[in-house]
């Protein structure tokens, strides 16, 4: 096993005002290893993306904890671990799927995994129901 170069952790209360937190504290974790802006940027949109699936979904009738931990190897390659301790994922390819979302207002669009996808370059979703849902994002840095 790999030992990671530095390494950091958060944990939030699962408020939508706290996504942007979330999203920044990690953007400012990487920039001590001089990743590009677009790094950047793609990185930030994966995360808000996660965080606010475990807010909006995963704690959609209560209100808990969302995890997030961040390593860097000397490689320059990225892990980020979202996690909650909310409802879970029923079926988790289903919920993968381009435009698929449980949100019956409307407000969503279902394309947060397809963004994540798209932004790093490897995505793990692990659920269990009433568990909670735990996401695992790597990007290897230029």
Do not use: W
């Not at 001590?32 to 807010?55: G, H, L, M, W, Y």
């Not at 979904?57 to 490689?75: A, P, T």
């Not at 996808?117 to 909670?132: A, C, E, P, R």
Request: hydrophobic share 40%.
């Amino acid at each position: 096993m790999r030992h990671a170069k530095n390494q950091m952790k958060l944990y939030l209360p699962s408020l939508s005002i706290n996504e942007g937190l979330a999203r920044n504290a990690v953007a400012m974790f990487i920039a001590q290893i001089n990743p590009t802006i677009e790094e950047i940027s793609d990185i930030k949109c994966a995360v808000s993306e996660a965080v606010t699936n475990s807010i909006v979904h995963g704690y959609k009738y209560s209100q808990g904890i969302v995890y997030i931990g961040v390593k860097y190897f000397s490689d320059r390659t990225i892990v980020i671990e979202i996690k909650d301790k909310g409802c879970g994922i029923e079926n988790i390819e289903q919920a993968m799927t381009p435009l698929f979302t449980t949100d019956t207002s409307g407000e969503r669009s279902g394309m947060g995994f397809a963004v994540m996808q798209t932004f790093m370059d490897k995505l793990d979703v692990i659920s269990k129901i009433g568990s909670g849902v735990r996401v695992v994002m790597t990007k290897k840095l230029k």
